[in-house]
């Protein structure tokens, strides 16, 4: 929506409303909500579409009104994520001569007018669109998605569980690719339940985050650990756990407005396709009936991954240097991810961060069996340093030396070039 201007609420309850909840056969067979066929009405404009198409037979009328089947190409697309971008780039490019075909339509922060701007452009015939439209949008809650200041909002509370084998396990994963969709009882009886197990040692049972029944969010376990949530997963995936009302294990419109902020935020930072295995549920990887209304009903399930991809669209992806929770974390503006568990090169100088992204200073790091100190700025050292009040030497690569080293002076027989001899 940052992007494009187009309303949250009106691109998800289109595809909605085109796609039968994504369970047609374009969306299914071609990743295609909006049926956009493979010539629109001779219109181009800077598309997400690599012109892969999908043939289907499909009803025509002429201009006298007489119907005929006939076979027609639709765009097919590498994921739901790339038709939404198309379909809102065509909103924002299609013209009708030289005017824009649906101007007011970016920029519009009423729903309303937003789905008339788009059946007046001549988007649908249908006279009852655009209550069709408003109804999907009314019914669903969608405006709760239209975020005016294009980010992601939420709240996150800290309750990080005591380490130890039953809760948390302290071990780092090797890799995220998949957050893990679980069901639970109240946020915090469930945080206390698993805090226990420490002392307990009753099973084993955890997950990286809990939300409840009034949207609170509460961060048991880092992300970049691994939690006793998903079995075979746990080593690669983020768990996290929903509450619910009743035993339909339907959420309520808080629960369920967090749970989609909060995986649209993961999947951002993580560099994740909610569409296209970004997102799993318990029951894709035990087989349990959890979380029990997306396993009963997969309509829903597959409405909650186009409404985390809707959260998504047009979000800005960081790039740069961010101070976060006491913190400065560094953002690759080409995926919106935080560098983690690697070394970066910014302007000229390296810096290790840690599993959560957190850049680290003042301490001495072993990498590859060689030893690096990095500065109070975070920066790799290279020379002489002093730790601990002794003195150690970084060579050019910021390698602690081990073995005798010979210190060259300049043309006017200074060391000024190794740092910290001047201490």
């Not at 295995?277 to 409405?303: N, S």
């Amino acid at each position: 929506m940052a992007t494009t201007g187009i309303l949250a609420s009106i691109t998800t309850a289109q595809a909605c409303l085109e796609s039968a909840y994504g369970a047609s056969e374009l969306a299914v067979n071609a990743n295609n909500l909006f049926g956009m066929k493979a010539t629109i009405s001779g219109n181009t404009w800077a598309s997400e579409w690599d012109g892969s198409t999908y043939s289907k037979y499909t009803s025509e009328q002429d201009t006298s009104g007489n119907e005929s089947t006939e076979l027609a190409a639709f765009r097919k697309y590498a994921s739901w994520a790339a038709s939404i971008k198309d379909h809102s780039d065509y909103l924002n490019g299609a013209v009708i001569g030289s005017s824009l075909r649906y101007a007011g339509l970016s920029g519009c922060t009423d729903y309303r007018t937003a789905a008339q701007i788009i059946k007046d452009g001549g988007y649908a015939t249908d006279t009852a669109y655009v209550d069709k439209l408003c109804a999907v949008i009314e019914s669903n809650n969608l405006t709760q998605y239209d975020n005016y200041d294009g980010g992601i909002s939420m709240q996150i509370t800290d309750a990080l569980l005591t380490i130890s084998n039953y809760n948390r396990p302290g071990t780092l994963r090797s890799t995220t690719t998949a957050i893990a969709c679980n069901p639970g009882t109240t946020a915090i009886a469930n945080r206390n339940y698993f805090e226990n197990l420490a002392t307990t040692h009753t099973t084993k049972a955890s997950c990286h985050y809990i939300i409840g029944l009034e949207g609170e969010i509460l961060r048991l376990v880092p992300e970049e650990e691994i939690s006793w949530c998903t079995n075979s997963a746990n080593s690669y995936s983020i768990g996290i756990e929903a509450c619910h009302d009743d035993n339909t294990g339907k959420f309520n419109d808080a629960t369920y407005a967090s749970y989609v902020a909060l995986c649209a935020d993961l999947c951002t930072r993580w560099g994740l396709d909610p569409l296209n295995g970004g997102l799993i549920r318990h029951h894709d990887v035990t087989g349990k009936i959890c979380p029990k209304y997306f396993v009963d009903y997969p309509e829903a399930w597959a409405q909650f991954k186009a409404d985390v991809a809707a959260a998504m669209v047009g979000e800005e992806k960081k790039s740069g240097w961010y101070e976060e929770n006491g913190g400065w974390r560094f953002y690759l503006g080409d995926t919106g991810a935080y560098v983690a568990n690697n070394w970066y090169q910014d302007n000229d100088k390296w810096y290790w961060f840690d599993g959560s992204g957190m850049m680290v200073s003042n301490i001495w790091y072993k990498y590859n069996s060689d030893w690096y100190y990095l500065g109070s700025d975070g920066a790799m050292v290279k020379g002489l340093q002093n730790a601990g009040g002794k003195w150690y030497y970084l060579d050019d690569d910021g390698k602690m030396a081990t073995e005798p080293i010979i210190l060259t002076p300049d043309d006017n027989g200074a060391l000024e070039r190794y740092p910290g001899l001047a201490e």
